[in-house]
């Protein structure tokens, strides 16, 4: 339910059509188009499983703003705090400056229009309603279509209360799930209208009701069910208030489940959004439950809409609506067996967070990406209940700091700073993960340029390693102060510190991404003092070890030093594939950095092809992805030089007036647009990149201060 990574809002937007036939709502359908057409701010309340979502996603998909239709799952997201991280995650935006996530949405939203879909709210309204204030207050082009069990109480909202099903449409769309199940009902039978009458037409009790079909008739679920609310309600058949209607009917359902099947769907009400198969198996297995029989009960509790699957662009997964995981929640507290189940999922996605850290230095690091992103509600669980809960907080400190991969390579650098400076806030019995967090968020400030709290992360790292005589946590805290100097022009100092990060590296045996991006940066330190030839060597060590283990991140900054020597030394063609090679990486994995130094070399190569107007419309490009980077060019005079001769080339060739205007011309592209402008549209942009062969030396003494720039500020793997 996300955009791609990378993207930009499009016209598409990221809301997929219903998977299932739309029984009935066709005057619900309706009255909510008028709404949208309406109102800015339209809600749609009503109780648990009345249809809302299915009915806003409808609506939503027929509505078409220029800039797309964006859907937030807020169900999953259980501390304040995050909603704005969910928003930005939804939109697929990357920002790697120190602002806020609701600075950073409004910077994004402006001048756009499209409409925002924020489901399941109700239980964060405190927080959600001033966001959406602010958001359609400040935002002309946006609409909001929220969907939660309560109003959001704001001005201007127009606010539409679903009721259930008509007796005739909930009968339609018992047949239509019964058929599903191979069972032919009579939409007239009186069985049929009455089991529907009993449970209130709400939609989600019918689906339940309907996979019970193949075991039971019509009338036999009629009778167990009427029998439940005439215990319920005293006798009386009208006397249970309809909001309870649907708790009734899935208590209903419950009871109906063999005990196999009631344990598994308590046990999974720990899983936050979607899960898949293998994490269902380990979490839930066990104690009356064999692993390997959680897949046959798992069948069943499809088969009867407990549980829903769902085909994403990373496999077979599985959800429970939130009504359902919520009943199942209670049961579990029930039974005194939350507090296991909870360190189980914890246990999980740390064994999955510290495999995808050891798999991104491998051709995997693509499915790596992609599996952080599906699994991060489940992540953001885990870590909230390993930072709040006693004796629990090395492993917060853990996870936090070896998920650096994603904070720093893939566009989520404020989040990961939130859990990080929550980590390093707590005491920890265990040294190694604290200082593992310590690194990682003195790297992820350098990341957003936040040289003042970067510098004491790093310091503190420093000391308490020496002290525990931590070699590996001496290392990574000594590289990354090389890289903070290298990025602030200190050259010299950047040298030092870099070559001794990397003999202790040696020393201990490490090798990953994090160290061969220590000597690209060590490179570009070299290169910015004038021994290009140095640089090349360097580089093209890192190169030949990327592409034996299938690394693609790392590997694409290496690209870009050694497409820089190539413009050095007037090899234009050279120098343009192997930008290319580096920008289809870089986008790829959501690195604004990467992406926006290769579109500035881009740029000069251009220029230096002779086509100014070209050079000048990419600067412009580069111009409108710096905001979301930080800096420009990070303030330094030696990143700045290849901007700036560039754009003395193109004013000199084109004068001031159509020089301008190309640059405006690039700044209106859109990051998507801007990186195929860019790279010609000549391949797609996640194709792993052909290997070639060395770049030559250029010689020694090239003028420096000319054209230069690094890919700095990108590495760190393990901390032992």
């Avoid at 739309?22 to 109780?47: K, M, Y």
């Avoid at 909230?384 to 989520?412: K, M």
């Avoid at 100092?493 to 990953?512: P, V």
């Amino acid at each position: 339910m996300r955009a791609s990574p990378g993207g930009d809002a499009t016209a598409d937007g990221n809301l997929p059509l219903e998977p299932d036939r739309f029984v009935g709502r066709t005057a619900e359908l309706t009255e909510l188009a008028r709404a949208l057409d309406a109102s800015r701010l339209v809600t749609v309340t009503g109780p648990g499983g009345v249809g809302k979502s299915r009915l806003a996603a409808r609506a939503a998909a027929r509505s078409a703003p220029p800039d797309g239709v964006w859907r937030v799952e807020l169900a999953p997201v259980r501390d304040p705090e995050l909603v704005d991280f969910a928003v930005v995650e939804a939109l697929g935006l990357t920002d790697h400056t120190t602002r806020l996530p609701r600075e950073a949405l409004l910077a994004h939203l402006t001048g756009r229009q499209l409409l925002l879909v924020l489901d399941g709210f109700e239980h964060l309204v405190e927080v959600c309603a001033p966001l959406v204030a602010e958001l359609v207050g400040r935002v002309p082009g946006l609409g909001v279509l929220a969907v939660g069990r309560r109003p959001l109480e704001l001005a201007g909202e127009r606010v539409m209360a679903l009721a259930p099903l008509g007796e005739g449409e909930a009968a339609e769309l018992l047949a239509e799930r019964a058929a599903q199940q191979g069972v032919v009902l009579g939409e007239e039978d009186a069985d049929v209208r009455e089991l529907c009458r009993r449970l209130d037409g709400i939609p989600l009790a019918v689906e339940l009701a309907a996979g019970r079909l193949r075991a039971l008739s019509p009338g036999e679920l009629l009778a167990r069910f009427d029998d439940r609310f005439r215990l319920l309600a005293g006798g009386r058949r009208d006397a249970l208030p309809r909001h309870q209607t649907l708790r009734t009917a899935i208590g209903w359902s419950h009871e109906l489940c063999t005990p196999e099947e009631r344990l598994l769907w308590a046990r999974l009400s720990v899983f936050a959004g979607r899960f898949d198969l293998e994490a269902a198996e380990y979490v839930c297995g066990g104690d009356g439950l064999p692993s390997d029989g959680v897949l046959d009960v798992l069948s069943e509790l499809l088969a009867q809409s407990v549980v829903v699957r769902e085909e994403t662009p990373t496999g077979l997964r599985y959800r429970m609506l939130d009504t359902i995981r919520a009943y199942g929640a209670d049961w579990l507290e029930a039974t005194g067996d939350a507090a296991r189940l909870r360190r189980r999922h914890r246990d999980w996605y740390l064994g999955l967070a510290t495999w995808c850290e050891l798999d991104w230095f491998s051709p995997r690091q693509g499915e790596v990406a992609a599996r952080v992103e599906a699994e991060l509600p489940n992540l953001r669980g885990a870590l909230e209940y390993c930072l709040t809960e006693p004796d629990e907080t090395h492993l917060g400190q853990y996870l936090a700091g070896s998920l650096w991969f994603y904070w720093a390579g893939c566009g989520r650098l404020s989040e990961g700073r939130h859990w990080l400076e929550q980590a390093v806030r707590l005491d920890s019995d265990n040294d190694q993960s604290r200082l593992k967090a310590l690194w990682v968020l003195g790297y992820v400030a350098i990341l957003q340029g936040d040289t003042v709290p970067a510098l004491a992360a790093l310091q503190e790292c420093s000391e308490e390693a020496d002290q525990a005589a931590n070699p590996t946590a001496v290392a990574y805290a000594e590289h990354r102060t090389g890289c903070l100097a290298l990025v602030t022009d200190d050259m010299p100092r950047a040298e030092t510190l870099l070559r001794s990060a990397l003999d202790r590296y040696q020393q201990i045996g490490e090798l990953n991404s994090n160290v061969l991006m220590g000597q690209v940066e060590l490179a570009m330190a070299r290169a910015f003092q004038g021994d290009l030839a140095d640089a090349v060597t360097l580089c093209e060590d890192v190169r030949r070890v990327c592409e034996d283990h299938g690394e693609r991140w790392t590997r694409a900054y290496a690209l870009y030093v050694l497409a820089y020597v190539a413009w050095s030394e007037d090899q234009l063609p050279l120098a343009r594939d192997l930008l290319a090679d580096c920008l289809g990486s870089a986008h790829g994995f959501r690195d604004l950095l990467g992406s926006v130094l290769a579109v500035e070399l881009l740029a000069l190569v251009t220029a230096a092809e002779g086509d100014a107007a070209e050079a000048a419309l990419l600067q412009g490009a580069a111009g409108g992805m710096w905001p979301s980077v930080g800096l420009p060019l990070f303030g330094s005079a030696y990143y700045n030089a290849p901007h700036e001769l560039c754009e003395a080339m193109a004013r000199e060739r084109l004068g001031d007036g159509p020089y301008e205007e190309c640059v405006r011309e690039g700044a209106r592209l859109g990051r998507e647009a801007a990186v195929a402008r860019a790279l010609g549209q000549r391949r797609p942009l996640d194709a792993l990149p052909v290997p070639r062969g060395p770049v030559r030396p250029a010689p020694v003494g090239v003028d420096m201060r000319k054209p230069a720039a690094s890919p700095t500020r990108k590495g760190g793997e393990t901390a032992g």
